[in-house]
């Protein structure tokens, strides 16, 4: 079914529909609704059955046309069932003309020719079907029209119906994310024990030449990507939490209003900037700047150290700390600092003891964002801290992280079936599962005080 045709065809019916019924509403003179109501409410009948046959379009692939590629697939040879994704990929950019399909066995030309008439049946089926679904819809909600047809509360109950939709679609995004993590690390724990990976001190998914060697059957023992990712964020949080704090009162509390409408603007920008550039001044200016101030005061630093990654990604998050805590700061209420001062209290007083709690709970959830994002990023701890699985306290050592890893182990062509390969989804959902355990936490901080300071 050609996509072109599809919206073409959708959208006049939808448009005659909408027009059909807008210019019979405008012809009378006792309406339940306005014209436009009846003319949306016209429109949107005819859209949903046309929108749920072109739902069974989307899913007849994978009922129809797929199992019946297959089938003729290992008709005469099992052995290419071996990676079923992938030969039913190969054989539609085949039909695409996307992939060569000269060179090709037997049973996989079969399969293609198969394909391009199932295709070709399935689509013309469904064509029909969708042109005939936007005609009985036109037909039926015609015959219904009547004046006193309460259009306007029908429109608003299948938009209320489309918004929950929508919403469920986030939410079962987020779900379907979170069960394929968690089968996939279900997988990985059969082979790797589950204390041995959460308390492990070594780290080495890589599988050895010689026996002798640490890695020979793989280490995954995650401690150490655990301490490399808290000592980085820690190092980022020591930089933006007091630099973005105190930005965002002065913009709030100090700043004249063109100073305000300047600089916060020009703060933001840094939240704009890739963080593959964050890497490359990380790797290539601050790195280097450690160590020759460390070599300079008899100190050995690392090229790749967790202080040049810390520092670097610490300045990355100060907009998300100082924007989010200047709206909050700014949404006090001005009748709580006009009450301090008129008792007595001095400015600095007044936002110390006033402003400050009363915008607490927002300033925790700009300081968890803030927390999350240095958890979370990858460019900067690739690029700058490098990949060795240390165990160290020292910021001006090399260290690793939980998403360097995660790239590392996912790079090139891998099986999914081999431990290494498997960590990766262990490795994030233990991440998914520490920052729910945060936003808990912040939540409980947030509702705390917001019950205080109401």
């Known amino acids: ?37 009846h003319g949306v409410n016209h429109g949107l009948w005819v859209a949903l059955p046309m929108l749920a046959v072109a739902s069974l379009w989307l899913i007849s692939e994978s009922l129809i046309i797929k199992p019946s590629v297959l089938s ?38 079969k399969a293609l020719e198969r394909y391009i008439s ?36 029908q429109v608003e109950r299948i938009v209320k119906i489309l918004l929950a939709a929508s919403s469920g679609v986030a939410v079962l995004t987020t779900a379907g994310i979170v069960l394929a993590l968690l089968f996939e690390t279900l997988r990985f724990f059969q082979q790797v024990p589950f204390i041995d ?18 890695g020979s059957s793989g280490a995954f023992g995650a401690l150490p990507l655990f301490a490399g990712t808290l000592l980085i964020a820690f190092i980022a949080m020591i930089v933006a939490v007091p630099i973005g704090l105190y930005s965002a009162i002065y913009l709030a509390e100090y700043a004249k209003p063109k100073l305000r409408a300047f600089a916060k603007p ?45 520092l670097v990604m610490g300045v990355m998050i100060i907009p998300f700390v100082s924007s989010l805590s200047e709206d909050v700061i700014s949404a006090v209420p001005q009748s709580l600092r006009d009450g301090s001062l008129a008792m007595g209290a001095t400015k600095a007083e007044t936002i110390r003891k006033v402003v400050l709690p009363s915008a607490l709970p927002g300033i925790v959830s700009a300081l968890l964002l803030a927390f999350s994002r240095a958890i979370g990023e990858t460019m900067i701890v690739v690029m700058a801290a490098g990949l ?27 099986s999914f079936d081999s431990p290494k390969t498997l960590s990766a989804f262990a490795l994030g959902l233990t991440l998914f599962c520490f920052t729910l355990m945060l936003n808990v936490f912040a939540l409980r901080v947030v509702r705390k005080y917001r019950e205080q300071y109401a």
């Not at 065809?9 to 059909?20: K, P, Q």
């Not at 008709?75 to 990929?89: S, T």
């Not at 959460?198 to 780290?203: K, R, V």
């Not at 920008?269 to 008899?298: H, K, Q, R, S």
């Open 388 to 414: 060795a699985a240390n165990m160290t306290a020292n910021p001006l050592e090399s260290v690793t992280t939980i998403t360097a890893q995660i790239v590392t182990t996912l790079v090139g062509d891998q």
């Open 1 to 37: 079914m050609s996509s072109l045709l599809t919206v073409m065809i959708a959208l006049s019916l939808i448009f005659l529909s909408g027009f059909r019924g807008w210019y019979r509403a405008k012809k009378e003179v006792d309406l339940h609704s306005r014209p436009f109501y």
């Open 197 to 214: 990976f959460l308390f492990g001190t070594q780290w080495s998914p890589q599988m050895a030449i010689r026996a002798d060697q640490v």
């Open 72 to 109: 003729v697939l290992t008709k005469d040879n099992q052995e290419l069932l071996a990676q079923p994704e992938f030969r039913y990929l190969e054989i539609t950019q085949m039909a695409e003309g996307l992939l060569d399909g000269k060179v090709v066995d037997a049973a996989t030309t």
């Open 266 to 310: 020009a703060l933001e920008i840094l939240a704009g900037i890739p963080t593959v550039v964050y890497g490359f001044f990380a790797a290539l200016t601050v790195a280097p700047m450690i160590v020759d101030i460390c070599e300079a005061i008899g100190l050995s630093a690392s090229s790749e150290s967790a202080l040049a990654a810390g």
């Open 118 to 153: 199932v295709k070709k049946n399935t689509d013309v089926t469904i064509l029909i079907l969708f042109v005939a679904s936007g005609l009985i819809g036109f037909r039926g909600v015609s015959r219904r029209f009547n004046t006193s047809t309460p259009a306007r509360e």
